[in-house]
Nanobody, 123 residues
Framework: QVQLVESGGGLVQAGGSLRLSCAASGSFFDMIAMAWYRQAPGNERELVAHLTQFNNKQLTNNIADSVKGRFTFSLDNANNTGYLIMNSLKPEDTAVYYC?????????????WGQGTQVTVSS
C-alpha cells in the first residue's frame, strides 16, 4: 500500500505564494508519474500540473495554461516528494488541491490519491 500526504495549503493574500508538498510513503518500486489537481466548489476537478519520469529521470513536466508562468512543479526522488510552487496567487486559484501519483508496486501499476489540502486566496 502507498500513502500520499499533502501539506502546505493555507490562506494567503492575492499576489502571495505557497508551496504544496506531496510526500509518498509505503511499498513501491518506483514512481512513474505525479500530478496535481484542484477542485473549487461547484467546479469539476482540474489538472494543474503533471510530471512523468523513467528510472527517476524526468520525461515530461506540463503545467496547465491557467497557471503557466506562475506555478512550477518539481519532484525530489530522494525523498519521494513532489512540490507545487505557486506564485502570484489569484482568488481564482482558491480550491482544494489534490496529489495523484502512479507507481510500480508488487501488484503492478497502481495510482493513489492524497487527501487534499485547501488553498484559499483572498482578494
Amino acid at each position: 500500500q502507498v500513502q500520499l500526504v499533502e501539506s502546505g495549503g493555507g490562506l494567503v493574500q492575492a499576489g502571495g505564494s505557497l508551496r504544496l508538498s506531496c510526500a509518498a510513503s509505503g511499498s513501491f518500486f518506483d514512481m512513474i508519474a505525479m500530478a496535481w489537481y484542484r477542485q473549487a466548489p461547484g467546479n469539476e476537478r482540474e489538472l494543474v500540473a503533471h510530471l512523468t519520469q523513467f528510472n527517476n529521470k524526468q520525461l515530461t513536466n506540463n503545467i496547465a495554461d491557467s497557471v503557466k508562468g506562475r506555478f512550477t512543479f518539481s519532484l525530489d526522488n530522494a525523498n519521494n516528494t513532489g512540490y507545487l510552487i505557486m506564485n502570484s496567487l489569484k482568488p481564482e486559484d482558491t480550491a482544494v488541491y489534490y496529489c495523484n501519483a502512479d507507481f510500480h508496486t508488487t501488484r503492478g501499476r497502481r495510482d493513489y490519491w492524497g487527501q487534499g489540502t485547501q488553498v484559499t486566496v483572498s482578494s
